[in-house]
């Protein structure tokens, strides 16, 4: 087993290498010159950026200050978001760049290539003084011998040495008046063209710039999501056991908080406001509410003691608080006024409210126990159940549940990830009936690893329960 974890750590380690290996090629090689200022900047921050994201990944698990911890989260997980969307916005341009190349104006060259390296300078023959007259035109007889076999020669000689150091050190053609003893008169300085870059590298230019913007752009405002705070969603579900009284009864549902290194108390502040400016009759936080210990995110988690609701606040466990301490975080909530429902059922007006492990707690010896937080309960009575993982919804559909409420998921968070969620999960987001149990599926308040969502946004979602036959 451990052969196997550290065969897939190389080959990771080797698909981030290779992808940075790329970027390089294409953001700093392929559009600089040897030796040139952005080729030794690009070069550093090639290595120094996925070195931050190593750090970010294994300073936590490695033990290290928190301080540390955060020092690496924003550099190196904003990077990992950064290299998904630049290496994603240049594959989509390569395409086009295999189009242009093959196209007559692709395959065309100019002399000097800047991203080439350069070729051996040709002997080139000295420069030709030509006397002309005040007024610009060839002065003498250089009109009538300029055909004549030898005036190259003869020019060149009255030339001298001195005009072809001042124009091998001022890259200009200088052009010598016939009257240049008379006072007035002064050379006449033609410039040679500049050296322009040939049309390969200007596409290569092209797509740097433009793939850039598209993949720095994604990631800024998919970071200003999250951090700007989730949004209300607000969805309705009908409860066939929901008796009248219970109609229209709200469920604020919370879940994937994600308190660490990067969200912290403010995070946590803009959420409970969100919250309580619904004004719900009950608030339910589904799991994943930190990613770090009570000493060092109990401060983080202060503000959910300020969470107001008719019947209180509720918790169950999810993945992230058994990575850590999950004892100590459900002793702490208790402080805090949030109640964890730890395989555990309440019974509210009008339906029963339940709460299971999240599967993880297996391996410590809490996993979920659906008998003992659903057994002897009034089957007559409709039961909402919170369950951190979406797969929970089968054991659900066979103890009665009505209404599963779960997050996990993210939605897939960084858009192409929401298709690989759908692999492992029944739902990624929203409300889907499974037989005779509906299961909704919270995208989730906060984000993990990268402060990043594209294609899935976060939310906070009031579920407002409806009887059948109000």
Same mark, same amino acid.
């Given at each position: ?23 390089w ?9 040897? &030796?040139?200022?952005?080729r ?10 996925p ?17 540390? %911890?955060?020092i ?17 916005a ?16 692709g ?28 007024? &610009?035109?060839?002065?003498? $007889? ?15 000689? %009255? ?30 300085? @033609? ?31 998919g ?22 009284? /219970? ?10 908080i ?24 009950? @608030? ?7 990613? &770090?210990? @009570? ?21 169950? /466990? ?18 805090? $006024? ?8 309440? %019974? ?13 707690? %297996? ?32 054991e ?28 492992? $999960? ?15 599926? /919270? ?7 990268p ?20």
């Open positions: 087993m451990v052969a196997v974890f550290v065969l897939i750590g190389l080959v990771v380690l080797g698909l981030l290498a290779g992808t940075h290996l790329y970027l090629r294409r953001f700093v090689r392929d559009v600089s010159a040897p &030796g040139g200022l952005w030794r900047l690009g070069t550093v921050l090639a290595v120094l950026l070195v931050t994201t190593l750090g970010a990944l294994v300073s936590g698990r490695a033990g290290a200050p928190f301080l540390m %911890e955060q690496f989260a924003w550099p190196g997980f904003l990077w990992l978001a950064c290299l998904l969307y630049l290496t994603l240049l594959l989509a341009g390569e395409l086009v760049r295999f189009v242009l190349r093959r196209t007559p104006w395959r065309a060259r100019s002399v000097q290539d800047p991203a080439a390296e350069p070729a051996p300078a040709a002997a080139e023959p000295p420069p030709v003084a030509v006397p002309v007259d005040s007024a &610009g035109r060839p002065a003498g $007889n250089l009109a009538t011998s300029a055909g004549s076999p030898g005036a190259e020669g003869t020019a060149a000689a %009255e030339a001298g040495p001195a005009a072809g150091a001042g124009s091998a050190a001022t890259g200009s053609g200088t052009v010598e008046p016939a009257d240049a003893g008379t006072p007035g008169s002064a050379p006449h300085t @033609v410039p040679l063209a500049a050296p322009v870059p040939s049309r390969r590298v200007f596409l290569a230019r092209t797509l740097a710039v433009t793939a850039g913007a598209a993949g720095l752009g994604t990631t800024g405002a970071a200003y999501s999250v951090l700007n705070g989730p949004p209300l969603k607000h969805v309705t579900v009908p409860l066939a056991k929901l008796g009248r009284r /219970t109609h229209g009864y709200r469920v604020a549902v919370v879940s994937d994600h308190l660490g290194p990067i969200l912290g108390r403010g995070h946590t502040r803009r959420i409970v406001d969100a919250i309580n400016g619904t004004q719900p009759d009950l @608030v339910t936080i589904v799991g994943d509410l930190v990613d &770090g210990s @009570v000493a060092h995110l109990g401060p983080a988690a202060e503000p959910l003691r300020e969470l107001r609701s008719r019947h209180g606040t509720f918790f169950v /466990t999810g993945n992230h608080e058994y990575f850590g301490d999950a004892r100590a975080w459900i002793d702490h909530l208790r402080e805090l $006024n949030v109640h964890p429902l730890e395989n555990a059922r309440r %019974e509210l007006p009008g339906f029963d409210l339940a709460g299971v492990n999240d599967l993880a707690g %297996e391996d410590q010896g809490e996993g979920p126990d659906f008998d003992r937080a659903l057994r002897d309960r009034d089957a007559e009575r409709a039961c909402v159940l919170m369950a951190h993982q979406p797969v929970q919804i089968h659900a559909v066979d103890h009665g549940v009505d209404l599963q409420l779960s997050g996990h998921t993210h939605g897939g968070q960084l858009w192409p990830g929401n298709h690989l969620a759908a692999l492992a $999960n029944p739902t990624v987001a929203g409300l889907e009936r499974y037989g005779d149990t509906q299961l909704y599926v /919270t995208r989730g308040a906060g984000a993990w690893g402060p990043v969502r594209v294609g899935a946004d976060s939310d906070i979602t009031v579920v407002t329960l409806a009887a059948k036959t109000a």
